[in-house]
C-alpha cells in the first residue's frame, strides 16, 4: 500500500485525541514515512509526555543517559581476615542492646499448661493493658522484649467489669496500684556483657571490694513509683470464680494486638490470626488458650449401671475379630518381641535365630 | 402272637419338653460421636442407660454385649446357638424403637429368614396321604 493512502486510512479509523492510547500512537509512529518521523524529540519523550503529562519521574531517558558513578572511597585491607561465621559480626536493624547473638525468645520457651495459671495470666494481661489504654500509653509500643514477667504481680486484686452503657469499670484495692502497675511495665534492659569484658582486674576487685556503692550510684537518678506491695498467690482470687474481665469488649485491633503480645509473653501461647481478628470480647480468646476438656465417654457412664448385671459385659474399645478369636481360644495375640531373637546372619547358612517357644537355633524363615 | 409295637424315636419338638432359647448372645454397638446413635446413647431416652439393665433382668439367659463402634452406625446383632448370627441396623431409631428390635432379635431362631408358602407346619405324616392318581373312586364322565 502506498505510504499517503496508509495515512489517509490511518487518519480516517484514528478516534479522537482524548480517547488515543499510547500503544496507537507507537502503531502510528512505527513507520517511517509518518509525520512524526521529522521531529527532533524522541519516541520516548513524546511518550513520556503523553502519559505523564509533563511531570515524568525518573530519568528522561533511561535507556541511554549514564548514572552518575558513585565515588567508591578506597578502603584499606591491610589486616582483612574473612569472617567464616556471623559470630562477632554486627547486626543491623535490632535495638542497641539486642546486638547479641545469644537472644532469648520473646515468649518463654516453655508453654504455661495450668488452667488456674492461664486464667491468672489472661487476667493480668487485660488489666495491664486496659491500665495502659486508660492512661493513655501508646499500645503498639507497649510490652516490649524486655518488659519485666515476674509470677509475682500487682493485678491480682483488680477488678474490671462492663457497665450496662458498655464502659469498662476498673477497680483498684489500693490508690497507689495503678501508678505501680504503669512503672512494673518499664523496659529493663540489662546490662551488655560487652561493658563487663573491658573492666580490668584491678577494677574488678575495686567493684567486688565496695559493691554496694557502684549499684547506689546507678540506682539513685532513677526515680521509683511508690511501690504497692505485691498480693502473693494464697488464696484463688475473685476473678477465678467470678470471670467479669472475659466480658470486656476489644474496642479495636491495637488493643486486641497489644493484648495478644502480652499473653504471649506471659504463656507462650500464640493465638492464630482468624480468631484474633473475630475476637469481640477477651472471652473470645479463651478457648485458643484452656482447651476444653474431652467429651465423657459412654462406656465411663454405663460403668456403673451395669456392673451388677452379671449377664451384660461392657467394653471401653472397640471389639475386633482377634479380641473374638482370643475369646474362643482360637487365636493368641503374639508379642513380636516373643516371636524370634535375632542373632545375627552366617554367610553360609543365613539368618540365624531362635523361637524361645522351641529353642530352635538357625531357624531360617525364609 | 402280640402285635410289636413298632419302635419310634420321639420327635424332639423345641417347648414340648423344654425350651431352648435359640438365642444366646445380644451385642449392642454404638458410637460416641456420631448421631444416628442419639437413641442408643443420648441424654434423656438412654436406650443403654435406662431400658438395657430392665432388658438384661428380663432375660438372664442371654449374654449382652454393650461395645462402641467408632464411625458406624449403631447396630445389634443377636447371635444363635446355629451358629449364625442377625444384625440389625438401629441407625436414628429413638430408645423404644431400638427395644422392640432388641425383642425381634431375641424372639428369633438362628434360621434364616424364608417365605412361609404354607401357614401349617407340622413334622407328623399327613392324615390322608399323599394325593395319588391310582387310587380313590374312578371319574366317570
Redesign the interface.
Known sequence: MRPLTRLLLRRSIRPTPLRVSPVQIACFHATPTSRYASEKSGLTQRLRQKIWGGNAPGPEDPYTTAEETKQVEEVDMAGYVAAEDGRGLPIIGLPEKLGEWALDTYSPSEKVVDTEALHRALHRAVVETVVLQVNGRELDSSFGYYTPKDAETLTDNVELSVQEDGSVQIAFPQPEAEEAILSSLQEVIPETPAEDETVTTEEVAASDIAPTDAATAEAEPVETAPEATPVSLGPPPAYLENPTHLSIPLPSSSFTFALYKRILQLTGHQIPDGVLTRARTVGDLVPSLIAPPK?K???E??EP??AD???????????VGLDKETELGRARKVDPKETYRYKGIDPDTGFIGERPYSGKVNDNFY | MPVKVLPAVSKAQNGVGAFVLQCKRLEFN?C?AAGSSRGM?CSDRLF??HC??QF??Q????????????SKHPIIRGVYINGREKVICVRNLEHNQVLKKAELLRNSSGLQLRKLRNPVQSINDSVRGIFSPFHGPKHAL
Open positions: 467429651p465417654k459412654l462406656s457412664e454405663l449401671l451395669l448385671l452379671p449377664n451384660v459385659r461392657l467394653f471401653e474399645k472397640k471389639r | 454404638y460416641d446413647k443403654l442407660k438395657l439393665p438384661a433382668k432375660n438372664p439367659a442371654i449374654e449382652m454385649h454393650v461395645a462402641p463402634r467408632p
